[in-house]
């Protein structure tokens, strides 16, 4: 096609049909999210399969309406909504207006937050989120970070950086400390270094699931002893399953005494960090070398938008490389520019920061904080309101604004696999009624359910109803002959 048509390039000339593009979007995207009727449609796989194959991506659509029409039928109608009450399923949380309007700039201007040259404000404003951060978490003047993709490139960096810290032992002689709840993007991260699975210590947990700094002082020790050397102690400040808090200030303690890199993994619990109520359950957070901050999690932030801050500047020295075509030194060997790739495990960048910045700018940390309350008190509360409930068991009182739980029809005396099969099944049920989503999980190799909420707008009776939901569906499922069991629960051990 020569010459091509140059109306899709976003430029001055075509300003008057990006507008209309831009505006038959959020048109369109306005009405389906008036029509959302609950979290999900519980279009079965086959199904979403089908739709999106048929699709033929070398015979182009032309016309917006048409491409938008299509969009609903191969994604948007199936969306799950994160925004729905009856969504409680994984670490999603509905997000908010300022951080959307902050996508449509990021996306447009596509400032690339590499160089300087490729960002120049953008720079600026991503270091001043970092060291606002920084702050809240307690951090001196040294401290500096940068954005990530999320929790898992996150953690992959303070290890990385641990390890560089330690660059003339041997690989195989280091060790990594994380307790039995921690997230596997830290074995993951391990791998990815070369360590090898053996390197992560698993740490027992108490009974709220937090690390026990008793048995962390007992690894180390035994560690040492063999010779090992510990790279770094990851602490989990909200562990996904329970929301736990690792005890802080003893860990910082152990990881001072064993000289060891301290990262506490925040990814979840981050959101503390402007709670007007519950801030001081991070106290110890400000000893730690590095913090992964999902704000993508408890920041309310569209995905992807997270942060490692590390206390000093100097120590994320192993990540740095200087290329001539990109961020050279200067005549004196300083970088020649301000550039954030030498910070980061990516070049070409978004600028995710300015989602969080239009937060800030247009809400305030005190709303968000208001909001990470409002989540604690729902979990609490729902936690509270079913606790006593005969057909319910609970796995353990919320920490954050987890709860995990499972059905045991009342009088019943199912057997552990069956009651797994029962428990996924319902799980199954809920997603096909499109009514309500909740999520999976193992505790010590039993089957339970968990309901993470992030939805500020979420009340008790809308939570309380997805468990109502829950146990009548397990009732129904329960009294029908048979239970499909389900292939996964075949492995659970009894
Ligand atoms: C979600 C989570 C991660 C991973 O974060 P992503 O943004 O999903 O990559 C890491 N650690 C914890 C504790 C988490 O909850």
Same mark, same amino acid.
């Not at 401290?143 to 290890?159: I, K, W, Y």
């Not at 993951?188 to 053996?198: C, E, I, Q, V």
């Not at 070409?348 to 008190?377: E, H, I, N, Q």
């Given at each position: ?356 910045? +239009?937060? !800030?700018?247009?809400?305030? /940390? ?8 409002? *989540? @604690? %008190? $729902?979990? #609490? ?67 339970? +359910?968990? !309901?993470?909420?992030?939805? /500020? ?8 109803? *997805? @468990? %109502? $939901?829950? #146990? ?23």
């Amino acid at each position: 096609m020569y010459p091509p048509p140059l109306h899709h390039v976003f430029h001055p000339a075509n300003a008057d049909h990006y507008a209309a593009t831009v505006g038959a979007g959020v048109e369109h995207l306005v009405s389906a999210l008036r029509r959302v009727a609950g979290p999900a449609a519980g279009t079965e796989v086959a199904e979403a399969a089908a739709r999106v194959a048929g699709v033929g991506l070398d015979a182009p659509l032309g016309d917006t309406a048409a491409a938008l029409e299509e969009l609903s039928r191969v994604w948007l109608d199936d969306a799950v909504w994160f925004h729905e009450p009856a969504y409680a399923a994984h670490l999603n949380c509905p997000v908010v207006v300022p951080a959307l309007l902050a996508e449509l700039f990021i996306a447009s201007v596509n400032s690339s937050l590499d160089t300087f040259d490729q960002s120049v404000g953008g720079t600026f404003v991503e270091r001043h989120l970092i060291d606002w951060t920084a702050g809240r978490i307690g951090f001196g003047e040294a401290a500096d970070g940068v954005f990530t993709s999320g929790g898992t490139q996150s953690n992959l960096q303070a290890l990385v950086l641990a390890r560089g810290h330690l660059e003339r032992e041997p690989l195989g002689r280091l060790r990594i400390f994380a307790s039995a709840d921690s997230h596997f993007s830290v074995q993951k991260s391990a791998r990815l270094l070369g360590l090898g699975d053996s390197s992560v210590v698993c740490v027992p947990t108490d009974e709220r699931h937090r690390m026990d700094p008793a048995a962390l002082d007992r690894s180390l020790a035994a560690c040492t002893a063999l010779g090992l050397r510990p790279m770094a102690i990851v602490a989990t400040a909200g562990t996904t399953d329970f929301g736990a808090i690792d005890p802080l200030p003893e860990i910082a303690d152990l990881a001072r005494a064993y000289d060891t890199w301290l990262h506490v993994d925040a990814a979840y619990g981050g959101g503390l960090l402007v709670s007007p109520r519950y801030r001081h359950r991070l106290a110890g957070i400000e000893r730690a070398d590095s913090v992964t901050v999902d704000y993508h999690k408890t920041f309310f932030q569209p995905v992807s938008s997270s942060a490692l801050v590390v206390r000093d500047r100097t120590l994320m020295a192993p990540v740095t490389w200087h290329a001539d075509y990109l961020n050279p030194r200067s005549a004196e060997g300083a970088p020649a520019s301000p550039n954030q790739v030498d910070k980061s495990l990516q070049t070409t960048r978004r600028f995710d920061a300015l989602k969080l910045w +239009l937060t !800030l700018r247009m809400m305030g /940390p005190d709303t968000l904080g208001a909001y990470v309350d409002a *989540v @604690v %008190d $729902l979990a #609490r509360d729902v936690s509270v309101a079913i606790r006593d409930e005969a057909d319910l068991e609970l796995a353990s009182r919320p920490e954050l604004s987890t709860l995990v739980f499972r059905y045991v029809p009342a009088g019943s005396a199912l057997e552990e696999r069956e009651l797994a099969a029962l428990n996924n099944e319902i799980r199954a049920a809920l997603y096909r009624s499109g009514r309500a989503m909740v999520a999976a999980t193992k505790v010590d190799g039993r089957q339970f +359910l968990k !309901l993470t909420l992030l939805n /500020p707008i979420a009340t008790v009776g809308d939570i309380v109803g *997805v @468990v %109502d $939901l829950v #146990r009548e569906t397990g009732a129904r499922l329960a009294a029908s002959p048979v239970v499909e069991p389900v292939e996964t629960t075949l492995e659970v051990a009894r």
